[in-house]
């Protein structure tokens, strides 16, 4: 059975950095992608970054475009978020999700780690 474990999160003051992890594992599909995901207390879940895992391609949100950099190591079927120049609207439990090749949509989800930003 697949397993998503995210890493890395904590409390951070404003301006600070923090890295994620997620590990996959257990996998009997081929993984298209991975994805970041955060869902702040009150708000719905939003995307954050994702990564192929052939040739690397990344797309991010906006609002942490310039920030964050979403990377991979193909070997250790790991994908790391690190999060620079954090701000308070950046609290949030960050998830991670993996995207199985040809169902266009994230189908396994990890256990979410909390991000908190202090000011």
């Known amino acids: 059975q697949v397993r998503l474990v995210e890493s890395g999160g904590g409390l951070v003051q404003a301006g600070g950095s923090l890295r994620l992890s997620c590990a996959a594992s257990?996998?009997?599909?081929?993984?298209?992608?991975m994805g970041w995901f955060r869902q702040a207390p009150g708000k719905e879940r939003e995307f954050v970054a994702t990564i192929r895992w052939s040739g690397g391609m990344q797309y991010y949100a906006d609002s942490v475009k310039g920030r964050f950099t979403i990377s991979r190591d193909n070997a250790k079927n790991t994908v790391y978020l690190q999060m620079n120049s954090l701000k308070p609207e950046d609290t949030a439990v960050y998830y991670c999700?993996?995207?199985?090749?040809?169902?266009?949509?994230?189908?396994?989800w990890g256990q979410g780690t909390q991000v908190t930003v202090s000011s």
């Open positions: 999700a993996d995207e199985v090749l040809g169902s266009h949509d994230y189908n396994y």
């Open positions: 257990g996998r009997t599909y081929t993984s298209y992608a």
